[in-house]
């Protein structure tokens, strides 16, 4: 990378334990996600997603962003980390009674008596989940991310376990918010253990101030985006039921697979790297257009293949109960891979200190967003997912082009960048769609879906190796420097 060589080992070394958790997170998420849909019906499947529509409020209201500017910052105290975890502490406490005094208002609010107790129990994930998050913020400015995703493993699969369980002893949607209260819980704990930083008696105002500005941009963001991730989800369980948001929300779940579980990940990885030089513009330029190439390579064959093979897809992974979700899943595809090209724009933004910046476009963003919604409902959950697709459409190349300004840019080196890979999803469209046409409609499924995935995949691979070869020279890139050491806390600091 051109970045210096120790940046470059502790990305690479970063990437590696992010891959190694993913596959194991992923296949762990997904059996999961399968299994639990097969225990329950959609409507028990939506009254979870009633409750957990508020659970995403946890990581926005953790630390206040403040998380954010200990990991920004070149230049951290002990008085600002201390403040960092008392602050958020408060602030989890106070959120987890607020959430138990309002369940009943929300459960008022959807009609649904039985999401009262729901919605009291996970709000216990806000003060259990504010007590590692200043913690995970040193050691991902640190970049140690073995042990951020050790623990995230161990979490996960704890919280796995107990949602099977609690399922099979037929306590229906409880099963998933059950899930969610140990994963958080194994989480915390593992990461108060693994850390070896401790929080002093000491709260300093200065360090607040300091760090607030920051802070409250980026919660402002945070806020946004957690009210436009869920405002959709919130619209229809009010108005169209549990079962409509069920059908919806999987549908969402799967779309944002092939892309959330490879951002997220790479945004952990890449903020830290980012601040350590916010003061080369270029080079974190050169590294985005990279960076989109990645992320593309794997999500718009991905996205664009789900819409060819939907209805199997459906069909042979989650049942035919799901069947009214088809259409959401082929609309909210295309939604998905917009967003996936902004992967690390956020934390671009970020780095550069354009918090500001951020929280502007995130306002528009959301007004955007909540206009469609309310406009899409009229037609159920498919006006609804089409309303996505066309505010997506207006203001996802809008933050691009916001990213690209602010490292000096033209957006079209970001998209001749993307060539390759468009070229090979072209040819791979064409190839799976004469295959659907050419197979026999009495095939199964199930064979119907293996066949037109191995088509895919066979014609997709060698293309985009002949047509964007640099992703070839990334992957020997990161081969190289995997295995690599991490810089300590004091020398980041």
Same mark, same amino acid.
């Given at each position: ?284 330029? +050169? #590294?985005?257009?990279? /960076?989109?190439? !990645?992320?593309?390579?794997? %999500? ?5 293949? &789900? =819409? ?97 300004? +602010? #490292?000096?840019?033209? /957006?079209?080196? !970001?998209?001749?960048?993307? %060539? ?5 999803? &072209? =040819? ?66």
């Amino acid at each position: 990378m051109d970045a210096p060589e120790s940046l470059a080992q502790s990305v690479g070394r970063g990437l590696a334990w992010k891959a190694v958790s993913q596959v194991a997170l992923q296949l762990s998420r997904i059996g999961v996600a399968v299994v639990l849909a097969r225990l329950l019906t959609p409507s028990e499947y939506g009254l979870a997603g009633m409750v957990l529509i508020f659970a995403s409020l946890v990581i926005v209201f953790s630390d206040l962003g403040l998380g954010a500017a200990l990991v920004q910052r070149p230049v951290i105290l002990e008085g600002d980390r201390s403040t960092v975890f008392w602050t958020g502490l408060l602030v989890g406490g106070s959120m987890t009674i607020l959430g138990i005094a309002t369940a009943g208002l929300v459960a008022d609010f959807y009609g649904q008596p039985e999401i009262k107790p729901m919605f009291a129990v996970l709000s216990i994930t806000f003060v259990l989940s504010s007590l590692g998050t200043t913690q995970a913020s040193l050691l991902m400015r640190t970049m140690d991310f073995r042990t951020l995703e050790v623990r995230m493993m161990i979490g996960t699969a704890l919280g796995a376990i107990v949602g099977i369980a609690v399922a099979v002893a037929g306590y229906g949607a409880w099963a998933i918010v059950w899930q969610q209260v140990a994963t958080t819980v194994a989480s915390t704990v593992l990461l108060v253990l693994l850390s070896p930083w401790r929080p002093r008696f000491t709260f300093s105002l200065a360090s607040l101030r300091r760090l607030g500005g920051f802070g409250a941009n980026v919660f402002g963001q945070r806020l946004l985006y957690y009210l436009h991730r869920n405002i959709d989800n919130l619209l229809i369980g009010r108005f169209l039921g549990p079962a409509a948001l069920g059908a919806y929300s999987v549908a969402y779940n799967v779309m944002l697979v092939p892309f959330s579980r490879l951002s997220g990940p790479l945004q952990e990885v890449f903020f830290p790297a980012f601040a350590r030089i916010q003061d080369d513009p270029s080079r974190i330029a +050169a #590294l985005w257009v990279r /960076l989109i190439r !990645v992320v593309g390579a794997v %999500s718009i064959p991905s996205l664009v293949g &789900l =819409v060819v093979v939907a209805p199997e897809f459906v069909t042979v992974v989650l049942g035919d109960q799901w069947s009214s979700m088809v259409p959401v899943l082929r609309i909210l595809a295309w939604v998905g891979l917009l967003q996936s090209l902004q992967t690390t724009n956020g934390d671009i933004l970020q780095a550069l200190d354009r918090t500001s910046t951020l929280l502007r476009y995130t306002i528009l963003f959301f007004m955007a967003h909540l206009v469609a919604f309310v406009v899409g409902l009229h037609w159920g959950i498919v006006g609804v997912a089409c309303g996505y697709a066309v505010s997506s459409t207006v203001v996802e190349p809008l933050y691009a082009s916001i990213t690209a300004r +602010a #490292l000096g840019i033209q /957006l079209r080196t !970001v998209l001749r960048g993307l %060539s390759g890979v468009a070229q090979a999803t &072209l =040819v791979m469209l064409f190839a799976v769609l004469g295959v659907r046409l050419l197979i026999s409609p009495e095939l199964s499924p199930f064979l119907r879906l293996a066949v037109m995935a191995g088509v895919g995949i066979v014609v997709y691979l060698p293309v985009c190796i002949w047509r964007a070869p640099e992703l070839v020279a990334e992957a020997r890139r990161l081969w190289s420097i995997r295995g690599r050491s991490t810089p300590t806390l004091e020398a980041a600091t």
